[in-house]
């Protein structure tokens, strides 16, 4: 562990901390407020009308997606240059496990532009009937929640990986940091108990899966915008190489 922190990592943290904040914003105004209005669940021929009566409002909803990739990109960058001095094969790590996450966050708004594509008006279309593109289109849509828990252990992987490298470098507070270990590593948990018993969600509800990382990632996000990188005291250096 160091005590030094350079420029490039107070820089990294800024951004790290603002690109962690836009990316909230984006996945919550694009899910809650753009794309979930218009789902019907059950109801492939509703949720079909409502898609193309609000096609814009659609659309927009995957550019909020696609912005978040590129904001994860941001994030993971930045958090890497975070994390090199303190141990560089777990910075890189954690920057892998969440680039294999924001790669398969990606599959979802490709999904979703199938979906708008079989409810089009193109003329090969016409050997279908229109009930069939509607439930073919609804189940374009649906896969999306497949990947997103399939990209979900990755992202509880990075989560951990990075909560371990922040309680090792006390660049933020010492319970903050353990708190963002148990909530990553109880993510993880849950993904892969869905995966492998999809009936785990009538137990633990899914938002419970990853609420608290998605907590402690928001927290860490204000805490570098406000207060940034702190450096490590003489007792808390003597404690970690005991």
């Avoid at 407020?33 to 009308?49: E, G, K, M, Q, S």
């Avoid at 892998?96 to 008006?121: H, K, T, Y």
């Avoid at 992202?155 to 660049?171: H, I, M, Q, R």
């Avoid at 892969?192 to 990632?217: G, H, T, W």
Wanted: glycine fraction near 6%.
């Amino acid at each position: 562990m160091t005590t030094n922190i350079d420029n490039s990592q107070r820089t990294a943290a800024k951004v790290a901390g603002v690109a962690g904040l836009l990316a909230f914003v984006l996945v919550v105004f694009g899910n809650y407020f753009l794309l979930n209005p218009l789902i019907v669940p059950r109801d492939a021929v509703d949720t079909a009308r409502n898609i193309l009566a609000h096609q814009t409002q659609f659309r927009l909803a995957l550019v909020c997606f696609i912005t978040y990739a590129i904001g994860g990109i941001v994030l993971l960058t930045a958090i890497y240059v975070i994390f090199v001095p303190v141990n560089r094969g777990l910075a890189l790590a954690g920057a892998l496990f969440r680039f294999v996450f924001v790669m398969l966050w990606l599959v979802a708004p490709l999904n979703s532009l199938g979906a708008l594509r079989l409810l089009g008006e193109s003329s090969y279309l016409q050997a279908f009937e229109p009930e069939r593109l509607q439930a073919l289109a609804r189940a374009q849509i649906a896969a999306s929640f497949d990947d997103y828990y399939v990209g979900l252990p990755f992202f509880g992987l990075a989560a951990t990986v990075c909560a371990w490298l922040w309680l090792k470098s006390n660049y933020i507070p010492r319970g903050l940091s353990i708190f963002g270990v148990i909530a990553s590593v109880w993510c993880v948990f849950c993904a892969f108990v869905y995966l492998i018993f999809p009936n785990f969600n009538k137990i633990v509800n899914d938002y419970i899966f990853d609420s608290p990382m998605a907590l402690f990632e928001l927290i860490v996000s204000f805490w570098l915008v406000i207060k940034g990188l702190r450096p490590a005291t003489s007792s808390q250096l003597q404690a970690g190489s005991a």
